[in-house]
């Protein structure tokens, strides 16, 4: 297994375990992990992490700091390996409408993405805000700064949609579908599409069970020869503190 996800692991616990002694309620955090390892015939390894930190010193202003990797090895070789963080500041203005800003990273080199940054501002509206049904929808845009594995880069301006419905079965099981459309301005043909349904089932007041689909489709990869669309199929255990 690669340092960088030895290191990103000591990271994940880390900040869990300072979140684990915060007293202050304006402190929460979310943290999502699998793993699993096959011997024999067959050998495997997959490691799965997520870390949500959120803080929200003012009941109009929250901001909030994910951590993911993935990790994926057969017989000795990595098949999949993949990073990335995003801070993100909001303030609401009313109860339903909000801005925020975002600045992110990411790896993905067998997507062909080196490294990959962005940070730009986004509007937000809760057309939905419960007792069951939740929907929200922001539109933005970000100044992005690619490098690619063939050695190549480019930076753009490109516009930002996204939208996000969860809908509660019951107080233990929720559902939630999200959806992020990313257009550069100028080169019509460089467009994202990232689609996540998950199924979430509570198991104690900390402990859940996330059962998630993800679709990533990049309708203009570098390399060219890369496939479009990537899935991935998870079960992962969710500590809400």
Do not use: C
């Not at 990797?69 to 339903?96: H, I, P, Q, V």
Request: hydrophobic share 30%; aromatic share 14%; proline share 2%.
């Amino acid at each position: 297994m690669s340092r960088n996800i030895i290191v990103l692991f000591i990271l994940f616990v880390f900040v869990s375990g300072n979140v684990l002694a915060q007293k202050n309620k304006t402190w929460e955090d979310e943290a999502e992990a699998s793993y699993v390892q096959t011997t024999g015939n067959t050998k495997t390894k997959h490691l799965s992490l997520k870390n949500m930190l959120t803080y929200a010193p003012h009941e109009r202003f929250e901001t909030s700091w994910e951590a993911k990797a993935l990790y994926n090895e057969n017989d000795g070789n990595r098949t999949a390996e993949r990073y990335s963080t995003e801070l993100r500041a909001d303030y609401s203005f009313t109860k339903r409408f909000y801005s925020a800003f975002l600045a992110g990273w990411k790896r993905d080199e067998f997507s062909g993405i080196e490294n990959s940054y962005y940070l730009g501002p986004t509007l937000g509206y809760k057309i939905f805000s419960g007792p069951k049904h939740y929907l929200r929808a922001e539109p933005g845009f970000d100044y992005n700064f690619d490098e690619y594995t063939d050695k190549t880069d480019q930076s753009y301006l490109r516009g930002r949609l996204f939208a996000k419905y969860t809908y509660e079965f019951t107080d233990k099981t929720r559902f939630t579908q999200s959806l992020k459309y990313l257009q550069d301005i100028q080169e019509q043909e460089n467009y994202n599409i990232t689609s996540d349904t998950a199924l979430i089932t509570s198991l104690t007041d900390i402990l859940s069970m996330k059962t998630s689909y993800e679709v990533k489709y990049d309708n203009s990869p570098v390399p060219k020869d890369l496939e479009k669309t990537d899935t991935t199929l998870s079960v992962t255990l969710v500590i809400n503190i």
